[in-house]
């Protein structure tokens, strides 16, 4: 629920809509579902550019990679 309050606190990411429903019982596993499906969003909304993704979510670039090889999401990788 802190993530929830920093999303809210956050302006650029104040507008994106939690919405957190999972079948998973244990605590870690629905934070591991609420982490992938953030990502996922934010990676969406900055149409795939994963440095304007690592921005949004205040995440170093290293981190970003990390969890989307973790949760098998694809970004678009930044021009060097």
Same mark, same amino acid.
């Given at each position: *629920?802190?993530?929830?309050?920093?999303?809210?606190?956050?302006?650029?990411?104040?507008? /994106?809509? @939690? /919405?957190?429903?999972?079948?998973?019982?244990?605590?870690?596993?629905? @934070?591991?579902?609420?982490?992938?499906? $953030? /990502?996922?969003?934010? $990676?969406?909304?900055?149409?795939?550019?994963?440095?304007?993704?690592?921005?949004?979510?205040?995440?170093?670039? #290293?981190?970003? *990679?990390? #969890?989307?090889? #973790? *949760? %098998? $999401?694809? %970004?678009? #990788?930044?021009?060097?």
């Amino acid at each position: *629920y802190d993530i929830c309050r920093q999303l809210k606190t956050d302006e650029q990411l104040r507008e /994106i809509p @939690v /919405i957190f429903l999972s079948a998973l019982h244990e605590a870690f596993d629905k @934070v591991k579902a609420f982490e992938k499906h $953030l /990502i996922a969003h934010a $990676l969406a909304q900055n149409a795939g550019r994963q440095a304007n993704t690592c921005a949004m979510l205040k995440i170093p670039p #290293k981190t970003l *990679y990390r #969890k989307m090889r #973790k *949760y %098998g $999401l694809k %970004g678009e #990788k930044d021009e060097a």
